[in-house]
């Protein structure tokens, strides 16, 4: 049977609780263990696939197409646990398949309540993905204990302590010791009110991890140890990082964490293994060099709308033992009479995914200037529509070539819509979504990167290239070497495209950044990054 770590928040939002979810299960991985990570978000959307980027942030793609959280990519990045549609449960999730059990007469005879209705739906997907050969299955609550909509999902997992065992449970509360300049000090009162909120809840929590911006010192954990009622070697400090927040497994080794949780959930694990990371942290603080990418992109202003790109542009940067500074520049302010002053001096170009026209003729007139420059561009299934369409309106002379999704009367629709996309009607869900087959052209530079025939990558678009221009855009020099066929699809479908006369320019229509870990950088984002160096070495 699989031991449980439940993880809530206090005090506020935002306080890394992914990260530090990841990081702990990154940990246990170190010590030998197989780990299940999993995310309970307390809102109503079904997913959240139909949020804007400005509210949620990046909504990352599971390998089965789940569109869901973006802790989720942390998981995947920092563990190799197994993430499914199962791997995100939210209050919409669970009142949908309760209603629909209750409409079929699943429920005959009863009152359909919260407890224990809504509560039995969440245990039973929380222990659906702590199955075979799982040690560990941590659950991350999300929101703020004191939420009214977590309350729920705080109730089943205090339910499931009880019922599994408190030996084979344990609860981490995550929380925040705010530090008042005034008086120069770290405070604990917003801790003490928190975790006591939990008590009431009936959740007593085993480790406090206490997120801040300065040092916690001794005194103050002995402090906090007594009022909150935890150990005083189960008081954990997660002080902000300095350079990257893969340092975090290390904050946590520093301070015994792994061998607490080890202790209290009497695992049987051997000692723990991590001088992989501590290269890649190694790296991440001395680089050999530094260079800079040039986004293309509109939601910039928010880190987390682009998060497990820019994660993975680090990771190309740690492959190639440099740091990747990025230079953030809004695709509406990119014309031709700015591109120069705005992207000169990048050693690479990148425009990543995105929906709606504001912003696409900044990017087009991005990629233009990469293409002419011959300046290294990655593009990231938006970027790859962009990037045709800038090639069928300045090498085929096709002036007013665009995709459907930005004029639907253009007489050269190069991007449109698929047959089967175009019957559509519920937004959620619908894309082409997750991991199709794609195959590489030999003798091509995706081939060379992958160095394989035959690649997996995730998708969450609607528009495709349209196959009736591939001639025309082949006979000028665009290759196609990336392409998907298969019965799930009524025609064969572009993945990947590039030109061979230009040192690097490849686009996906797939979302590469979604498969890239630290330890192991994906082998597009790796050899942009290689590019670009080149590119700075030969300017
Ligand atoms: N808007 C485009 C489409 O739906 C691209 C989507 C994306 O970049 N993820 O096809």
Same mark, same amino acid.
């Given at each position: 049977m699989a031991k449980h770590i439940f993880i809530t928040g206090g005090v506020v939002s935002s306080l890394g609780k992914g990260l530090t979810s990841a990081a702990i299960g990154m940990l246990l991985e170190s010590r030998g263990l197989k780990v299940s990570v999993q995310k309970c978000d307390p809102y109503i959307n079904v997913d959240p696939g139909t949020m804007s980027p400005f509210q949620h942030g990046e909504v990352y793609v599971t390998e089965d197409g789940a569109e869901t959280d973006l802790d989720l990519?942390?998981?995947?990045?920092?563990?190799?646990?197994?993430?499914?549609?199962?791997?995100?449960?939210?209050?919409?999730? #669970?009142?949908?398949?309760?209603?629909?059990r209750e409409r079929k007469g699943g429920y005959l005879g009863q009152t359909v309540q919260v407890v224990p209705h809504i509560t039995d739906e969440i245990k039973e997907a929380v222990l659906r993905v702590a199955g075979a050969g799982v040690d560990v299955a941590i659950t991350e609550i999300g929101g703020t204990v004191g939420d009214i909509e977590s309350l729920p999902f705080l109730e089943a997992v205090r339910q499931l302590g009880l019922e599994l065992g408190r030996e084979n449970v344990l609860f981490i509360h995550l929380t925040l010791l705010p530090y008042l300049r005034a008086s120069g000090e770290l405070k604990t009162k917003p801790t003490q009110h928190s975790v006591g909120k939990l008590r009431e809840i009936g959740i007593v929590p085993d480790v406090l991890i206490c997120r801040s911006e300065k040092p916690v010192g001794d005194d103050l954990k002995a402090k906090i140890s007594l009022f909150c009622n935890v150990q005083r070697k189960s008081v954990i400090e997660e002080k902000d990082v300095d350079v990257s927040i893969y340092e975090v497994p290390l904050v946590f080794v520093e301070q015994?964490? &792994?061998?607490?949780? @080890?202790?209290?959930?009497?695992? &049987?694990?051997? %000692?723990?293994?991590? &001088?992989?990371?501590? &290269?890649?942290?190694?790296?991440?603080?001395?680089? +050999?060099?530094?260079?800079?990418? /040039? #986004?293309?992109?509109?939601?910039?202003?928010?880190? +987390? %709308?682009?998060?497990?790109?820019?994660? /993975?542009?680090?990771?190309?940067?740690? %492959?190639?033992?440099?740091?990747?500074?990025?230079?953030?520049?809004?695709?509406? +302010? @990119?014309?031709?009479?700015? $591109?120069?002053?705005?992207?000169?001096?990048?050693?690479?170009?990148? $425009?990543?995914?995105?929906?709606?026209?504001?912003? #696409?003729?900044?990017?087009?007139?991005? $990629?233009?200037?990469?293409?002419?420059?011959?300046?290294?561009?990655?593009?990231?299934?938006?970027?790859?529509? @962009?990037?045709?369409?800038?090639?069928?309106?300045? @090498?085929?002379?096709?002036k007013d070539a665009h995709s459907t999704e930005f004029n639907k009367d253009t007489a050269h629709p190069v991007i449109d819509l698929m047959e089967s996309q175009r019957s559509v009607e519920n937004l959620g869900g619908t894309m082409r979504l997750g991991a199709y087959p794609c195959r590489l052209k030999p003798g091509s530079a995706a081939h060379r990167a992958y160095g394989k025939d035959l690649v997996h990558e995730r998708h969450r678009h609607r528009f495709e290239v349209n196959n009736r221009y591939r001639p025309d855009l082949e006979r000028k020099g665009l290759v196609f070497s990336g392409l998907h066929r298969s019965e799930k699809v009524e025609e064969e479908l572009v993945e990947i495209i590039e030109l061979p006369e230009h040192p690097w320019f490849v686009a996906t229509q797939f979302h590469p950044e979604f498969r890239s870990k630290p330890t192991d950088a994906h082998p597009l984002f790796r050899e942009f990054i290689r590019a670009a160096l080149d590119h700075q070495q030969g300017t």
């Open positions: 990519g942390h998981y995947e990045r920092f563990t190799h646990a197994k993430l499914t549609r199962e791997s995100n449960i939210t209050t919409g999730k #669970i009142y949908s398949s309760v209603i629909e015994g964490l &792994d061998e607490l949780i @080890v202790k209290h959930l009497a695992l &049987d694990a051997p %000692a723990r293994s991590i &001088d992989a990371w501590r &290269d890649l942290v190694g790296i991440l603080k001395q680089p +050999d060099r530094t260079i800079e990418i /040039a #986004i293309v992109g509109k939601y910039l202003n928010l880190n +987390d %709308a682009y998060k497990s790109m820019f994660e /993975a542009l680090t990771h190309g940067g740690i %492959a190639n033992r440099s740091r990747v500074r990025i230079r953030k520049v809004q695709a509406e +302010d @990119v014309t031709p009479e700015s $591109v120069e002053g705005l992207l000169a001096g990048a050693h690479g170009i990148l $425009v990543p995914g995105g929906f709606g026209e504001r912003g #696409i003729e900044g990017k087009i007139e991005a $990629v233009r200037f990469a293409r002419t420059r011959k300046i290294p561009y990655f593009g990231l299934c938006l970027g790859l529509q @962009v990037a045709t369409v800038e090639f069928a309106r300045n @090498v085929l002379g096709w």
